[in-house]
C-alpha cells in the first residue's frame, strides 16, 4: 500500500534553481506540486504552467488581498497563509510544505511507501535536517552536517561554533526540519516547519531522525553568490544568530570586506579534509551521490539551462 503526496511552496529563486527543485519532486513521486510564485511575472511559470502535475499560481497583490495581507506583509505570515490556503484545498494523502532548497529524501524505498507504513494515528512526519556543505576537492556526491550538541560543535568548528548560536544545532539554517501533513484535519493551519490547531490542541507528530532512513536536504548557502546576494535580506529579517549577524555587520565596514565575507562563508559552509573527518567521527555527516542538474535536465528537455 501507497500513499499519495503533494508539495507546497512558495518561490522567488532564479529558474535554475525552481526548475531543480520542481524536477525532483516530480521524480520523488509527488502526485502533485502547487507552486506559489512571490514574484507574479516568475519565468518558471512559462516552463512549468502546462505541465499536468504541476499548478502554479502567481502571488498578485489580488491573491493576497483575498488572503487579507498584501504584497509588503512579512513574508513569513504571507507564506504560513499561503501555504494553510494551499492545505485546507488539499482533499486527501499528505501535503509537504518546503522551500525551493529543501530536497526531502528516504534512504529505502520511496517516500509514498515511507508514508504508507506511518500509523493511522499519525497526523504529521517532521522529518531531520540534513543541511549542505561544499566537500573537500577531490570528493565526489554531497556532503551534509546534521544538527549537533553544543559541544560537539566545539569539537567540530572550534571557535566558528559560537556563531551557529545556541539552539541551531551547528547549522546556519534550522534543525527542525519540515514536515508531511495528512490532508483532511479540521481546524488547521501551517508554520514553517509543522502544523498547528487553532484551538491549541496537539499535533500527533511522528518525528523521523536522519539516522532512522530519512533527511530533509537543506541546500542553504553553498554557493557564495548567492549567498551574497541574500545577504543583506538575511541580516534584515534575523535570518542569522545574533552573533554571525553582529560578525557580518562588522565585516561589511571592514576595507576588505568582500575578502573577509568569503573567508566567512568559505569557514561556514564548507568542510575541508580534516573538518570532515571530525564531522564523521563525531556521526553528524551525510554523505550522498544525488544529481540534481541530471534529474532536473531528464525532467525539463526544453527549458532547463543547464541542459
Known amino acids: 500500500m501507497t500513499s499519495q503526496w503533494r508539495v507546497g511552496a512558495i518561490l522567488n529563486e532564479p529558474l535554475v534553481d525552481t526548475l531543480r527543485f520542481a524536477a525532483w519532486y516530480l521524480e520523488a513521486g509527488a502526485s502533485g506540486l502547487t507552486l506559489l510564485f512571490d514574484n507574479p511575472d516568475d519565468p518558471a511559470q512559462e516552463v512549468l504552467a502546462n505541465h499536468p502535475s504541476v499548478t502554479c499560481i502567481p502571488c ?130 501551517l508554520r514553517q516547519h ?30 557564495y553568490d548567492v549567498w551574497r546576494a541574500k545577504l543583506e535580506w538575511r541580516l534584515a529579517s534575523s535570518g542569522f544568530t545574533v552573533p554571525l549577524t553582529e560578525r557580518i555587520r562588522e565585516m561589511l565596514d571592514l576595507p576588505d570586506a568582500e575578502e573577509q565575507l568569503r573567508a566567512l562563508h568559505s569557514d561556514l559552509h564548507g568542510v575541508d579534509a580534516e573538518r570532515l573527518d571530525r564531522l564523521r567521527a563525531e556521526g553528524v555527516s551525510l554523505e550522498l551521490a544525488i544529481d540534481l542538474d541530471g534529474t532536473a535536465a531528464r525532467r525539463f528537455e526544453v527549458g532547463y539551462p543547464a541542459a
Open 194 to 223: 509543522w502544523a498547528q490547531r487553532a484551538d491549541g490542541s496537539e499535533i500527533a507528530e511522528r518525528y523521523v531522525p536522519v539516522r532512522e532512513g530519512a533527511a530533509l536536504l537543506h541546500h542553504i548557502g553553498l554557493d
Open 60 to 189: 498578485t497583490a489580488e491573491f493576497w488581498a483575498d488572503l487579507g495581507l498584501t504584497p509588503d506583509t512579512r513574508f513569513t505570515k504571507r507564506q504560513n497563509m499561503a501555504l494553510s490556503w494551499v492545505y485546507r484545498s488539499m482533499p486527501d494523502g499528505w501535503l509537504l510544505n518546503v522551500d525551493a532548497d529543501e530536497f526531502l529524501y528516504v534512504n529505502d524505498g520511496t517516500i509514498s511507501d515511507f508514508l504508507a507504513a506511518m500509523p493511522e494515528a499519525t497526523e504529521a512526519v517532521r522529518v531531520e535536517t540534513a543541511e549542505i556543505v561544499a566537500a573537500p576537492a577531490g570528493l565526489s556526491g554531497n556532503v551534509y552536517r546534521l544538527p549537533m550538541e553544543r559541544d560537539v560543535a566545539r569539537r567540530v568548528y572550534g571557535d566558528s561554533a559560537a556563531l551557529f548560536g545556541p539552539r541551531r544545532k551547528g547549522l546556519i539554517g534550522h534543525p527542525q526540519g519540515k514536515s508531511f501533513v495528512r490532508c483532511g484535519l479540521p481546524g488547521v493551519s
